[in-house]
């Protein structure tokens, strides 16, 4: 079975930053593009970043230049610097992982970490 634990959420005051993680583990052979979506109370989850394994980046227009995702791939992890945090980012941040169990395995799995409350003060 394939996990993904995030850390890092909690309370900041606008302005601040925060430095989400996200690490994959379990039976897996690799993990293609990770991302981290986000949801508000009321809202759709949305994508926030997304980065493929070879280093390419996605971001959403409401957090670019505000956001980094990077990915360790020899730790199966990505990470979201956020920085200039507005309250306007208040969700759950949900880390996502498209997983080929192993060899054999020729259609990637997603995966979703159990999320991470991200909460910023005006």
């Known amino acids: 079975q394939v996990q993904l634990v995030e850390s890092g959420g909690g309370l900041v005051q606008a302005g601040g930053s925060l430095r989400l993680s996200c690490a994959a583990s379990?039976?897996?052979?690799?993990?293609?593009?990770m991302g981290w979506y986000r949801q508000a109370p009321g809202k759709q989850r949305e994508l926030v970043a997304r980065?493929?394994?070879?280093?390419?980046?996605n971001y959403a227009d409401s957090v670019k230049g505000r956001f980094t995702i990077s990915r360790d791939n020899a730790k199966n992890t990505v990470y979201l610097q956020m920085n200039s945090l507005k309250p306007e980012d208040t969700a759950v941040y949900y880390c996502?992982?498209?997983?080929?169990?192993?060899?054999?395995?020729?259609?990637?799995?997603?995966?979703w970490g159990q999320g991470t409350q991200v909460t910023v003060s005006s």
């Open positions: 996502s992982a498209d997983v080929l169990p192993s060899t054999y395995s020729y259609t990637p799995i997603p995966y």
């Open positions: 379990g039976r897996l052979f690799s993990i293609n593009a």
């Open positions: 980065i493929t394994r070879g280093g390419s980046t």
